[in-house]
């Protein structure tokens, strides 16, 4: 099995995730657009440690991974806590609307 | 071609598109429900890479609990729908950017590959480490950033119940006076009495003459 493969698909799943950042108002919807990215980049360790490195004693990129994934946990709980403060203080959690700290 | 590759190539355009229907949308439900696709999708993609273990753990944290604490996220906040109401005017942006970034990267990615610039790149058959041996890996030398993690996760939690509380001191008496802006905020459990006394006569005459 190539590694042609799963990489293009993590680069597909990456930039589709870079568009929602980019394209999407609400900040729920960003949030799962950030979770797509950063799935498409344990694709990508996954593919590198078992099609290329499968000798590692250290299996460094199942371990990078599983730490990405403990990361996005806790990523996802902080921000969706942010989400519900914002949308109680202001209603909206547009997050064009928020822009009480900008220059 | 193997069968192999076949069944790779299948989960990989479900989780494609699934990706791509989860980022255009227009129903704030069904995105979170094709995000749950995509990540299911993405466990598939794991045990096509033999990593049983890491799809199994994908399989509970993301399609278990992340994609349900989204759902929840989506339904406690009120949001309207549709395209306008979802998408910001940078959508030709959004494209040429990601567009141009897919391009360049997988141009350099083909390039590598056939190049050789990864070695023996072209493996017969997909092998990956047992599960004991990344259990002896984690506790051996990836020891210190495991504990590092667990502090991180407790500390997001605490953070998590600190932030979403509603009586969290200063942001509490912030989002009364800011409900009374807005005039469609979700109701309040009646006006509540501020420390210098004055506040909640404000908060009365505008609510009764918003309803009016």
């Known amino acids: ?103 | 071609m193997t069968g192999h590759d076949v069944i790779f190539v299948l989960i990989g355009l479900l989780t494609a598109s699934a990706a791509i229907l989860t980022v255009t949308s227009k129903n704030l439900v069904h995105a979170a429900l094709f995000l749950a696709v995509t990540l299911a999708g993405i466990a598939g993609v794991f045990l096509t890479l033999a990593a049983d273990f890491l799809a199994l753990v994908q399989l509970l944290v993301y399609v278990g609990a992340v994609a349900v604490l989204f759902l929840f996220g989506l339904m406690l906040t009120r949001a309207p729908i549709g395209r306008e109401a979802l998408d910001n005017q940078n959508r030709g942006l959004a494209i040429a950017v990601s567009g141009g970034l897919f391009v360049l990267l997988s141009t350099l990615i083909i390039g590598a590959v056939s190049s050789g610039a990864l070695g023996e790149t072209s493996v017969a058959e997909v092998t990956g480490p047992r599960i004991e041996d990344i259990g002896i890996a984690t506790f051996a030398e990836w020891v210190l950033p495991f504990e590092v993690l667990s502090m991180l996760l407790l500390a997001a939690l605490i953070g998590a119940i600190v932030l979403a509380r509603p009586e969290s001191g200063e942001s509490g008496e912030e989002a009364e006076v800011t409900r009374i802006e807005m005039g469609d905020a979700p109701a309040s459990e009646g006006p509540q009495p501020l420390p210098d006394g004055s506040a909640p006569e404000l908060t009365s005459g505008k609510r009764s003459e918003g309803s009016s």
């Open chain 1, 1 to 103: 099995m190539s590694p042609l493969g799963p990489l293009l698909l993590a680069t597909l799943l990456f930039c589709i995730g870079l568009y929602g950042v980019i394209a999407r108002r609400n900040a729920v919807l960003v949030l799962i657009s950030v979770e797509l990215m950063l799935n498409a980049v344990n694709i990508n360790l996954v593919a590198f440690q078992n099609l290329l490195f499968p000798d590692d004693v250290a299996v460094s990129g199942m371990m990078f991974a599983i730490f990405i994934i403990g990361v996005a946990a806790a990523e996802v709980g902080v921000g969706l806590a942010i989400v519900f403060n914002m949308f109680r203080n202001r209603a909206s959690i547009d997050v064009d609307d928020v822009d009480l700290m900008r220059w």
